[in-house]
C-alpha cells in the first residue's frame, strides 16, 4: 500500500535561515510520481513539483530545491534563505502506476518569523 | 484559462439541509476530485471522476454523492448536512493520456468553505 510520511508537523525558522521539510513514501510500484504542494494561510493549494521515479536529478528553482533518493525513498525539500512568504503548509504526495488518487502527507506547517 | 473553479466559496447549512457544491474546470482534464480539508489536517478523498460517466469512491464517499455527466463539470451532492460535515471542500482536476505509468499534476480549486450548524 501506499503511504507518505511527513514527520514534522510544524516548523518554525526565522527570516534567512534554510529550512528542510521531509518527505518519506512507500510503494512496491517501480514507476510512480511525487509531488510539492504549497498551502498558504490564504487557504488555495498551489503545485510546486512533479518528480517521476525514473528522474533522480535534484531540482532547484530559484530558493527553492529538492532531493529525490530512492535509496532512502525520500523526497525532501528544502527552502534557501526562507522568507516570511513562505510561511504555509506544504504537503507531499505520491501517485503509482497501481492506484488513480493521489495520496498525501499530513503536510508539514512552515512558519518564517522575520 | 481559469482553470478549476469552485462556487460557493463559502456556505452555512442547517443541520440536514441539502447542498450542492460545483466545479468546472477548462482544462479539458479528464480526471476529476473531491477532497476534504478539517481544520489543521491533511487532504481526503471523497470521490473521484475518470471520465464522464465514470465515478469512483475515495477514503471517505459516507454522505456524498457526485456525478458526471460532462468533461468539465463535476458536482459534489451533501444529503442531510451534519455538524461532521464541516470542512473546506477542494476539487481538482488533472490529464490522464491513458498510457500505463503516466500521471499528470492535479490542479486544484480555490476550495468552498462549509459550515453546518
Known amino acids: 500500500a501506499q503511504k507518505v510520511t511527513q514527520a514534522q508537523t510544524e516548523i518554525s525558522v526565522v527570516e534567512k535561515e534554510d529550512v528542510t521539510l521531509d518527505c518519506v513514501y512507500e510503494t512496491r510500484d517501480t514507476t510512480y510520481y511525487l509531488f510539492w504542494y504549497k498551502q498558504p494561510p490564504s487557504g488555495e493549494l498551489v503545485f510546486l513539483i512533479r518528480?517521476?521515479?525514473?528522474?533522480?536529478q535534484n531540482e532547484i528553482s530559484g530558493r527553492y530545491s529538492w532531493n529525490f533518493q530512492k535509496s532512502t525513498s525520500s523526497f525532501n525539500f528544502t527552502i534557501t534563505a526562507s522568507q516570511v512568504v513562505d510561511s504555509a503548509v506544504y504537503f507531499c504526495a505520491l501517485w503509482d502506476s497501481g492506484n488513480t488518487p493521489l495520496v498525501f502527507g499530513k503536510g508539514t506547517r512552515l512558519s518564517v518569523i522575520a | 484559462n481559469a482553470g478549476v473553479t469552485q462556487t460557493p466559496k463559502f456556505r452555512i447549512l442547517k443541520i440536514g439541509q441539502s447542498m450542492t457544491l460545483q466545479c468546472t474546470q477548462d482544462m479539458n482534464h479528464n480526471y476529476m476530485y473531491w477532497y476534504r480539508q478539517d481544520p489543521g489536517m491533511g487532504l481526503k478523498l471523497i470521490y473521484y471522476s475518470v471520465g464522464a460517466g465514470i465515478t469512483d469512491k475515495g477514503e471517505v464517499p459516507n454522505g456524498y454523492n457526485v456525478s458526471r455527466s460532462t468533461t468539465e463539470d463535476f458536482p459534489l451532492r451533501l444529503e442531510l448536512a451534519a455538524p461532521s460535515q464541516t470542512s473546506v471542500y477542494f476539487c481538482a482536476s488533472s490529464y490522464s493520456p491513458g498510457l500505463a505509468g503516466e500521471q499528470e499534476t492535479q490542479y486544484f480549486g480555490p476550495g468552498t468553505r462549509l459550515l453546518v450548524l
Open positions: 518528480r517521476n521515479s525514473f528522474d533522480e
